[in-house]
């Protein structure tokens, strides 16, 4: 440790001093930051997180102070810890799912536990029969099965219908014989499975008796099972299951990704899933779902909440960014000599970063609402056998979940970036968020494959649109009520759509561009007979433009609710326009090509872009403050509330850091490394 601390102790940063800025920051606005933080979070959702806070501090397990210096197996250890714990706690104290969630949330890293209590709960609730529940919910809600979701494969990702392990039924056994026949049919990237879980839901090519043809077997696609993994008592995998880590990852260093083989494994019967589609004991007949999405219905319920998650995970990134732009000084305004540097965000070079992700975040926020009421609306259906509004929530949830997670991704970077050479330090907050978050355009589903299932079905809807024997059943609002709409109106006929106008007229703005661009790809797909591999980007358009229509929608029908508060009211405008003129200018070649959109107002999307950044700018800091994200999962010396920036960099670095706890020997002659410690030969022992 360095000498003369005292003098360090003595030394403050330059004035003016950051946190009297952010407080200034925070006066000059007029937003109302608790009443706009219980309309965005919910009053007992901060209350949760307020008592959470306190029980997490008073723990050791749960501080982070030195975790960015533990090595990969003791950043697992340290998850596991923090697991067990959480477990500990929510007995003790009788814990809601919604108040373990939230710890999980607080800690910020990914637990190796919490896959047990989301996909692999979820998927036993949607998939498995009443008896199957009945046995095993009681025993997953106890902890006694923790368990994992093993889709993925080495070989196959996305294309679920690709992946290779096998399930074999034998009536005669009245068992599933689960084989990996290939290196690249290990299951692969499942998460708590390598090292935590004793039980997963395993996804198989169902291969049941072909009837008449004895000794061949017919392929029924991908089906779960309920698998027992790790024995209860020894936690060794069972006989037959090679399962294990698969090691150090671009994040997420607490989570123990799986590989896993199996070698004719068995399993009974009673281990496939069979609340939609059955396996008859006897003779291995297969009785087939209503929906086949249902099958996947635990990523459909995933992915209608990425919204939600996305602007959770977006607004940490911005709660860092802005603050720390708004106290940050850089250069001297020559025409105010002897004032202070300007402050970073009053740049609109930052500001063009910065202020349209604030407005997106705010938009995730009112369409995931909109997302949560569908899911509720199908699942309600589903469960009374309406499978109606299945497809299309599969769809959308698709769409949206590529878009959400593209924004919230390419924004943490944007905001790591704006934050200069300090949001390159871990000391940023910024770099584990980054890392660990870009796992979320790839995994539950690769974010350009599933915006073409979305494409997909809206071409599908596109072609009842245009047929005039189907007679639409939709409901107002949805997609084919939408595409039928333009079609009838042939595209409102020349009216021209005001882009610059009343707020309502962008909804409509970007509904018409998107079913104008979806005709024209059915067009081109149907009638022109393009092959599909020609149309794959054109889709992919197509899918962004519906979920930023879908989007436009939301956050417009938001400004409408009597549950937004005054003090926001003002400014809420505002950012839907900013978030909406700057998809507009993402999709600039589809709007120039409508002919109802005014190309004079196109042009001038620019300008007003700037006008709407200069009225949200004095907003910034306290529109980050309102989504309430305590300092204790920022995590960052940029982001603290408190504007202490430079103080907490400096303690963190000199007082923090263990390296340096340790005088190194710096000498190459000497095989010493550091001063009285390990030479080089023991400590090459341990590469």
Avoid at 260 to 284: E, I, K
Wanted: proline fraction near 5%.
């Amino acid at each position: 440790m360095p000498q003369d601390d005292e003098f360090v102790n003595d030394l403050k940063p330059s004035e003016p001093q950051c946190s009297n800025t952010l407080a200034a920051e925070r006066n000059g606005s007029n937003i109302k930051t608790t009443e706009v933080a219980e309309h965005l979070r919910g009053r007992n959702e901060l209350r949760r997180q307020q008592w959470l806070l306190h029980t997490l501090a008073s723990h050791q397990v749960f501080d982070k102070s030195n975790q960015a210096n533990l090595s990969r197996p003791d950043r697992y250890r340290l998850g596991l810890a923090r697991g067990k714990q959480l477990i500990r706690l929510a007995k003790a104290n009788n814990w809601s799912d919604a108040d373990f969630d939230m710890a999980i949330w607080l800690i910020g890293d990914m637990n190796p536990l919490v896959l047990s209590k989301s996909m692999f709960r979820q998927t036993i609730r949607e998939q498995a029969n009443d008896d199957q529940q009945r046995r095993w919910l009681p025993r997953i809600e106890n902890w006694d099965f923790i368990g994992a979701y093993a889709q993925s494969e080495m070989g196959h990702g996305s294309n679920v219908r690709g992946i290779e392990l096998e399930a074999r039924y034998e009536p005669e056994s009245k068992e599933f014989v689960l084989h990996s026949p290939t290196l690249t049919s290990s299951k692969w990237w499942n998460g708590g499975l390598g090292k935590t879980a004793n039980w997963s839901i395993v996804m198989a090519q169902l291969l049941l008796p072909s009837e008449g043809k004895a000794g061949e077997y017919e392929n029924y696609g991908p089906h779960p099972f309920m698998v027992q993994v790790r024995d209860m008592k020894t936690f060794k995998p069972l006989p037959g299951i090679m399962v294990g880590d698969i090691g150090p990852k671009y994040g997420y260093a607490t989570m123990d990704n799986a590989y896993m083989l199996f070698n004719n494994h068995r399993v009974p019967h009673d281990a496939f899933l069979s609340r939609y589609s059955q396996v008859d004991l006897s003779t291995g007949r297969y009785k087939r779902p209503q929906n086949a999405n249902l099958i996947y219905g635990s990523l459909t319920q995933m992915r209608t909440r990425y919204a939600m998650e996305s602007r959770m995970t977006l607004a940490r990134g911005l709660t860092v960014a802005i603050r720390y732009t708004s106290v940050r000084r850089q250069f001297n305004d020559s025409k105010k000599p002897g004032a202070p540097e300007n402050a970073v965000l009053d740049y609109s070079t930052v500001q063009i970063r910065l202020l349209p992700l604030l407005a997106a975040c705010y938009a995730l926020h009112y369409t995931g609402l909109e997302m949560g009421k569908l899911y509720t609306n199908a699942r309600a259906k589903a469960d009374k056998g309406d499978f109606s509004a299945m497809n299309e929530l599969h769809a959308v949830s698709s769409g949206l979940k590529s878009r959400g997670t593209e924004i919230a991704a390419n924004g943490i970077e944007t905001c790591r970036r704006a934050c200069g050479g300090h949001g390159y330090g871990a000391y940023s907050g910024m770099v584990q968020l980054n890392a660990d978050y870009l796992s979320k355009p790839t995994v539950e589903g690769d974010n350009w494959m599933i915006t073409q299932q979305n494409a997909r079905y809206i071409l599908k809807m596109a072609g009842k649109a245009q047929d005039p024997k189907q007679q639409s059943r939709s409901p107002y609002g949805s997609l084919e009520a939408q595409l039928r709409q333009f079609h009838q109106t042939k595209g409102g006929s020349t009216a021209t759509i005001r882009l610059l106008g009343d707020t309502n007229t962008l909804s409509t703005a970007f509904e018409h561009v998107m079913a104008g661009l979806a005709f024209k790809v059915h067009k081109a797909q149907v009638i022109e007979k393009r092959p599909e591999t020609d149309l794959l980007i054109q889709r992919h358009e197509l899918s962004i433009m519906q979920s930023s229509a879908m989007m436009v929608r939301a956050f417009t029908n938001a400004l409408e609710s009597p549950d937004i508060p005054s003090s926001l009211r003002p400014i809420l405008p505002d950012l839907l326009r900013l978030f909406a003129y700057t998809a507009i200018q993402q999709h600039m070649f589809e709007f120039q090509s409508a002919p109802f959109i005014d190309r004079i107002e196109l042009a001038q999307l620019p300008d007003k872009i700037l006008v709407l950044m200069r009225r949200i700018r004095p907003h910034a800091v306290c529109l980050v403050d309102a989504f309430g994200i305590p300092d204790y999962l920022l995590e960052s010396s940029l982001g603290r509330s408190d504007g202490k920036v430079y103080e907490d960099m400096f303690h963190r670095a000199h007082r923090l850091n263990p390296l340096n706890e340790v005088i190194f020997n710096s000498d190459w002659r000497s095989n010493k490394l550091d001063v009285g410690g390990k030479d080089y030969p023991k400590f090459l022992s341990k590469l």
